[in-house]
């Protein structure tokens, strides 16, 4: 992680809403639907990155809308970042009281 460096072209989120083949039920909720969160990351070297935010609101908090906003505010703080090494980066957003902390980060680099 410590030389590997990012340097943010670009980074967006949008919605991820995907009707379920079948009904999910856990307790009293049923979901017929995944309303997430899809994050895109486009390096200036042009490796590309998705992540994903599944929202259970009936399980937590937090709901499509409001992980909108946290995802928009995350993306904004990538875009105006230097080129940082990737752990430099995942801990200034980890210490940042800004956002939400980071607790698990998974991506595929393409």
Request: proline share 5%; glycine share 4%.
């Amino acid at each position: 992680m410590e030389t590997f460096t990012v340097d943010v072209y670009r980074a967006e989120n949008r919605p991820l809403n995907v009707p379920l083949i079948a009904p999910f039920t856990i307790a009293s909720s049923r979901l017929e639907m995944v309303e997430n969160v899809a994050v895109r990351i486009e390096l200036s070297n042009g490796s590309v990155g998705w992540g994903e935010a599944p929202i259970l609101p009936f399980v937590t908090a937090e709901d499509q809308k409001t992980a909108m906003a946290k995802a928009s505010e995350a993306c904004a703080f990538l875009r105006r970042c230097p080129s940082l090494t990737l752990g430099s980066m995942l801990e200034d957003i980890g210490n940042s009281d800004e956002f939400f902390k980071v607790t698990t980060i998974s991506s595929q680099i393409s």
